[in-house]
């Protein structure tokens, strides 16, 4: 009976030690697999913590580039108030300038300009540029009527009146001038005949037909701006008159050799030999006409819807007897700086 209660306890106690052994492995497999779970959750939250992050982030910086696309639109236009003290003025003075680029179009203009003027001609050596800066430069007067036939291109025609220097060669003026012996036997000390600096002076009339090319890029801007740079390119005529010598002091007195050749025109001693070329020896002093190419630049700055302020600077080119004379340079140039008002209706 003892035996057979053994081993029914023995029994008993093996199969209870197996049933615990597979509790626990199964705990185990349990709690494993809890982990698991646990691990992949936590994997798939840190997954779409970082796509949120990614996304944040990409969102933030296409609002920033946004923005400062927005900000530079923004002063392009004179929109920018933050750094404005008066943010309402800035804005009513974009308005304004809109208003101005579609109401300040007139076609027609006229204008009239104050010129300084330089005769780049025969003898421009004999110019020393500050010594006789002065006396080289010469004032006019112009007007002009034009019509733009588009925001770029304008034509105009115009008219003016300019006071032109220019001088005689070096050797008449420093040596022959100045150094002239008035007795028969070339005696005696040299009589200073001419004090002058050797400038002559002549009047020119000038007619006029210019192209005007506006290539500032600003006739075309979306924003008013009211300085514009234009290109001329125009043809012309260039009417000089009677040339006259400045400080002729004693020259007027003294006889001229009348007899036809090479000294025709030319000073006498007192016993009527030629002496030395005259100044009507030296520059043909009648009248004359020629045509000229034209070429320049003029800035315009609208300061209203009707007026104008510009300021150009044109070269003349013409044939070599504009001034009165013909020497090796094939053409003679006149150039001007002007500036003048513009009315446009």
Do not use: C
């Not at 004179?78 to 680029?101: G, I, Y």
């Not at 009047?203 to 924003?223: C, K, N, P, Q, W």
């Not at 009677?242 to 001693?269: F, Q, V």
């Amino acid at each position: 009976m003892t035996r057979k209660t053994l081993a029914l306890a023995l029994m008993l106690l093996t199969m209870t030690a197996q049933a615990q052994e597979t509790k626990t492995e199964a705990e185990r497999a349990a709690e494993a697999a809890r982990k698991a779970a646990a691990a992949a959750a936590d994997a798939r939250r840190e997954a779409a913590g970082e796509q949120r992050l990614a996304s944040e982030d990409f969102w933030r910086i296409a609002e920033e580039q946004e923005r400062a696309k927005k900000a530079e639109k923004d002063r392009k236009e004179h929109k920018t108030r933050a750094k404005s003290k008066n943010p309402e003025a800035d804005s009513l003075r974009w308005v304004a300038n809109q208003m101005k680029l579609k109401t300040w179009n007139y076609q027609w203009f006229a204008g009239g300009n104050l010129s300084v003027n330089f005769s780049f001609a025969d003898n421009v050596t004999d110019h020393p540029p500050f010594r006789y800066f002065g006396d080289a430069l010469g004032l006019g007067v112009e007007g002009y009527v034009g019509r733009y036939f588009s925001k770029k291109f304008g034509m105009r025609v115009g008219l003016g009146y300019h006071n032109v220097k220019n001088r005689v060669d070096r050797e008449s003026v420093d040596e022959g001038w100045r150094h002239m012996k008035m007795t028969p036997a070339g005696g005696g000390e040299p009589v200073p005949i001419y004090t002058g600096n050797g400038f002559f002076r002549f009047g020119v009339m000038e007619l006029y037909t210019d192209a005007i090319f506006d290539v500032s890029g600003l006739s075309s801007a979306r924003h008013f701006r009211p300085l514009h740079v234009h290109i001329i390119l125009g043809v012309g005529m260039l009417a000089s008159g009677k040339k006259k010598l400045k400080d002729e002091g004693l020259m007027r007195s003294i006889p001229r050799y009348a007899e036809e050749g090479n000294n025709k025109g030319w000073l006498t001693k007192e016993d009527g030999s030629p002496w030395f070329p005259s100044f009507e020896n030296r520059v043909k002093p009648s009248s004359h006409v020629g045509i000229a190419g034209r070429a320049g630049i003029m800035f315009d700055y609208r300061f209203s819807k009707s007026m104008s302020a510009n300021f150009e600077l044109t070269g003349s080119v013409t044939d070599d007897r504009f001034e009165g004379i013909k020497y090796d340079e094939p053409f003679d140039i006149l150039l001007k700086l002007s500036g003048g008002l513009k009315w446009h209706f």
